[in-house]
């Protein structure tokens, strides 16, 4: 069969035609004397060219003719042109499987298994496969029957005798074969120990679900009781060396291969739990400790081993238990855990190849099936199977999901089962990633029956049914409430009103009724703006049972929708734009604040569909767009209403960038830079009440003055205001200051500057429903009892002769806000000397600090309010982080001009630059304080009020916590997390305020 160089011979040609991808080593193969009978023969290269790796198969079966006798030899290839079942039965799992040929090149026999092909083996159950079992008596000889029977089971597989549900279901049925020879042959080791214990074997997971891939990990429960008459304590021990040695037969790995990891971690208290337990030991703790996810689990519990009647005992005992988790205090925080778990932990290199936990994945589908099976499978026992597919069907039957919906899922469930179980095949190793590599995907997709362009046909079809699987993982829990109220889906059994208000409540909705009012109100009819809203609402519906408060999210859905349904763009928007729905919801359901702003401003909507519309806008635009609508408006009080509007859809903007950026979308995942976040809020209110201030400035000049008023006139920041860190709720903390122009008394022009901040205080304290503007003018020189507005040259002499020390401090987050910008700056250059005075503090001053800080910290924290837990006054909290930090600013500031700053982490990372506190304490500071800040910005987002504590009522408590990063049901994690922050916080305050040198 050698060819001249150059040209190639017609078994190279028809190599190609049947599928080789290496020609040239397939003819070398084919040339070797072991083949010289059938190298010639048209239908042997037919029968390869059909299988899924033409090269490999014939590699595979090249080495098991040249491992066997020459006797059995020619037997086999005689058989094989001979008899189509066994040829293609033979190459279809040689092409198939690298790790079955090398298991026939060791075992050149076992091709035999595969002759025998009658109608009444096409399906074998346990007892067949015991049977093929039954000669193993070590561990050994189990790996190869094990083996054996595999093989028999993977040729019907990949011939197609049997479906993706019948070979997942004979897979379980040969483990639990296999199980039951292991604990025979542990027995058999240790006589002794099976004469004291009675030893029960129970499937979890796939294997007990009768669903099983071929290369899984067999999850497994022990049960053991004693013998009649054996000391309790003795007969566990016993069960347990037994249980241990049945494993190590299963799991260890020899020349011959593992079988499978068979794993108890899904017992009681997992790896730290005893490996056997009593039945009265199980329930014990599944009635006292188990959580909602060991529930779950148990659903796809079967006895398959050891003591039958003890299984079935453990099985009927745990079974009112399963169905009775729906049930549970914690279930709701518990499923909304899983349902987050199903992408978790998932590298990020990995994620879009993951057939199992990735998005559109087989975990999506089998978790939506379970859960639907928990609600419903309390009063309809129909539900109760461990089979994905089965309970799936019972669903769809039951009126849980929809029939189609149900179709689509089972077909695309199949399908990814199917690769799952063909890439698993090839090397019978544990794996769930779809492989890179060309040739594996060729060999996958041609494995699939795809032949045109395997590799783009696999993925076009993978993509698709992940696709749909995605889809449906949202849509199917959502979309049959949409039928139960609006009367939809004709022909198919709906949701009851009651099975409905039970899916709602386990969802986390606590008042069901509502919601299903809602739903109605939202969905019914037949005009297009209904029929909109059933495409949303699926989608809407999770993302709203996603947060601490899905009632508030639909409900503002539904005040939203009625206030703007009738506005074309409204709905056109949110189906169309992405982002919009689902940053809608996440608004809508996050706390009070941001849907109250929303309500008086529906429109603002369009803001969440606006790629840039959640950035914040500038001081200089705001300014700009204010000072031109008080220009506008006819009088000062209709001035300031156009400004407060501006506020309003702003302070939305903000919120509501900030509740997406806490929490993160699918396409956006939550920033882990926290203090960014804290920053961008800080300035961003800073910045929108500056601009606030200055429109209601315009206003009370134009009023009397029109636009020039007698004196120069400037607002400076102070506090938080002045450093760029306002919450949501803060007050703006200010000093005002003019100027007389030229020719003016100071008599007429200090008239004019009161009568301009009184009118300023009256417009902005106007009766409103939004968050109030609060102008604090205390820090102002004599406090409450000094005038309310001075000259520039009235600060430079009280400044000059009174000022003290807490003065000096207060300055140091002074900054022109609003009005004359040459004034301010004056200001500002006044007060510098101040605040950063030459050669900095001295021991009296330090003193003094320290002593009024406190003071101030036993007779300003609120009565019985805990220390550890007020994010401004406590321990560790902002005062804490800014006094130390400010005591540093006036120590060093003269000589560092990085310290010249009003914002707290900006100077304190220049002291940390300055090397003026170490990078550990300096972080530790910083941590706490954006904790701190991020608490209240959290308790105003919730309550829509502002607090410094966290709140009592469990709902806005695990709202907080939501925005904070925790999840449900770990709001205690979230206090001990800021306890321990602060904590050590405080030690750092100890040490460097308290303890510093002067």
Not at 270 to 282: A, E, M, Y
Request: aromatic content about 6%; overall charge negative; proline content about 5%.
């Amino acid at each position: 069969m050698t060819t001249a160089p150059g040209r190639r011979s017609s078994t190279f040609t028809r190599l190609l035609r049947h599928g080789f991808t290496d020609p040239s080593a397939a003819e070398q193969l084919l040339d070797l004397d072991a083949l010289a009978s059938v190298r010639s023969d048209p239908v042997l290269l037919e029968a390869l060219g059909a299988t899924a790796d033409p090269d490999l198969a014939l590699r595979g079966l090249v080495r098991i003719v040249e491992a066997g006798e020459e006797s059995e030899r020619q037997v086999l290839l005689d058989t094989l042109v001979t008899a189509k079942p066994l040829r293609d039965r033979l190459l279809g799992v040689l092409g198939a499987s690298e790790a079955l040929g090398d298991h026939l090149a060791r075992h050149p026999r076992d091709w035999q298994a595969l002759v025998t092909y009658e109608s009444a083996d096409l399906h074998p159950g346990v007892a067949e496969f015991e049977q093929g079992l039954a000669d193993a008596v070590d561990p050994d000889s189990l790996r190869v029957a094990y083996r054996r029977c595999l093989l028999t089971l993977a040729a019907r597989d990949v011939c197609g005798t049997t479906g993706l549900a019948q070979t997942a279901a004979e897979l379980a049925d040969l483990a639990t074969a296999t199980l039951r020879a292991a604990l025979a042959i542990a027995r058999t080791a240790a006589p002794e120990d099976a004469a004291q214990c009675r030893l029960a074997v129970v499937a979890m997971g796939k294997c007990g679900g009768r669903e099983l891939n071929y290369i899984s990990d067999v999850d497994v429960i022990f049960v053991g009781e004693a013998r009649d008459g054996v000391d309790e304590t003795k007969a566990m021990q016993a069960a347990t060396r037994l249980a241990a040695h049945m494993m190590r037969i299963c799991s260890d790995t020899t020349v011959e291969g593992a079988i499978w990891e068979v794993d108890a971690n899904l017992r009681p208290e997992g790896r730290n739990g005893p490996l056997v337990r009593t039945l009265s030991s199980h329930l014990a703790y599944y009635q006292r400790w188990a959580k909602t996810w060991e529930f779950q689990a148990l659903l796809k519990a079967r006895a398959v081993a050891g003591d039958p009647e003890l299984g079935a005992e453990y099985v009927d005992a745990v079974s009112p238990l399963v169905w009775g988790a729906a049930d549970r205090e914690n279930f709701v925080p518990d499923v909304q855990k899983m349902r987050r778990r199903v992408v978790d932990n998932i590298p990020a290199d990995r994620i879009e190849r993951e057939l199992k936990l990735g998005p559109g994945g087989l975990r999506d589908v089998e978790f939506a099936v379970q859960l639907l099976q928990l609600v419903h499978g309390r009063s309809d026992a129909s539900l109760h199977s461990g089979s994905t597919l089965e309970a799936l069907r019972a669903l769809a039957e039951g009126g849980y999901v929809g029939r189609a919906d149900a179709a689509q899922l089972d077909e695309a469930y199949r399908f990814l089962r199917a690769m799952e179980h063909r890439i698993q095949l090839y090397r019978l190793r544990r794996t769930h990633l779809v492989p890179e590599d060309e040739a594996d995907l060729r060999r996958l997709g041609r494995s699939l029956g795809m032949r045109t362009d395997p590799v783009a046909e696999l993925n076009k079809a993978w993509k698709r049914h992940a696709s749909v699987v995605r889809r449906l993982h949202e849509k199917i829990f959502y979309r049959p409430l949409l039928d139960a109220v609006a009367q939809l889906a004709p022909g198919e059994s709906r949701l009851s009103a009651k099975a409905a208000a039970i899916r709602l409540e386990a969802l986390g909705y606590a008042d069901p009724a509502a919601a299903l009012r809602h739903l109605e109100a939202l969905s019914s009819g037949v005009t297009r703006k209904a029929a909109i809203q059933r495409t949303l609402l699926p989608v809407l519906l999770g993302w709203f049972a996603d947060s601490a408060d899905p009632d508030a999210g639909l409900l503002g859905f539904r005040k939203v929708s009625d206030a703007l349904g009738k506005t074309p763009w409204y709905l056109r928007l949110l189906r169309d734009e992405g982002a919009a729905a689902e940053n809608l919801a996440r608004v809508l359901s996050a706390g009070r604040l941001a849907p109250d702003l929303l309500m008086r401003a529906p429109e603002a909507v369009a803001i969440l569909g606006d790629p840039e519309g959640l950035k914040p806008r500038t001081r200089e635009h705001l300014e700009q767009e204010v000072l031109a609508a008080v220009g506008r408006a006819g009088d000062a009080e209709s001035a300031v209403a156009v400004v407060r509007g501006v506020r309003r859809r702003e302070l939305f903007r903000t919120t509501a960038a900030d509740l997406i950026g806490s929490y993160g979308t699918e396409d956006s995942p939550a920033e882990q830079d926290h203090g960014a976040l804290v920053d961008r809020v800080g300035s961003a209110v800073t910045d929108l009440n500056a601009a606030t201030i200055a429109g209601a400035l315009r206003a009370a000049v134009r009023e009397r003055w029109g636009d020039t008023l007698p004196t120069r006139f400037a607002v400076i920041g102070m506090g938080r205001f002045g450093g760029h860190e306002l919450s949501y709720g803060s007050d703006a903390d200010v000093l005002f200051v003019h100027q007389p122009r030229e020719g003016v008394s100071d008599e007429e022009a200090g008239r004019a500057a009161n009568a301009v901040v009184g009118e300023m205080r009256r417009l902005l304290q106007l009766p409103t429903a939004d968050p109030p503007l609060l102008i604090d003018a205390d820090l102002r020189p004599e406090g409450r009892t000094g005038p309310m507005v001075r000259t520039l040259k009235s600060y430079e002499a009280y400044y000059r002769r009174w000022s003290l020390v807490w003065e000096s401090q207060a300055l140091l987050r002074a900054e022109h806000m609003a009005g004359d910008a040459e004034l301010g700056r004056a200001f500002v250059e006044l007060v510098d000397p101040l605040r950063y005075p030459m050669e900095g503090l001295g021991e009296d001053a330090v003193r003094e600090i320290r002593r009024l800080k406190a003071r101030m910290e036993s007779e300003r924290m609120p009565r019985g309010a805990d220390p550890t837990l007020h994010a401004k006054l406590g321990r560790g909290g902002l005062s804490d982080v800014e006094w130390t930090v400010q005591l540093i600013q006036m120590q060093h500031g003269w000589a560092e001009p990085g310290l010249r700053t009003t914002r707290t982490r900006e100077a304190l990372a220049a002291a940390c630059a300055a090397e003026l506190i170490p990078a550990e304490d300096a972080q530790t500071l910083d941590e706490a304080w954006v904790l701190a800040a991020r608490v209240r910005n959290a308790v105003m987002l919730v309550r829509g009020r502002p607090g410094d504590t966290f709140p009592s009522d469990a709902r806005e408590l695990a709202a907080v916590g939501r925005y904070l990063g925790y999840e449900p049901g770990h709001v205690g994690d979230m206090l001990d997390d800021y306890r321990r922050i602060t904590r050590r916080a405080r030690a750092v305050v100890e040490e460097r305020f308290y303890g510093a040198a002067g």
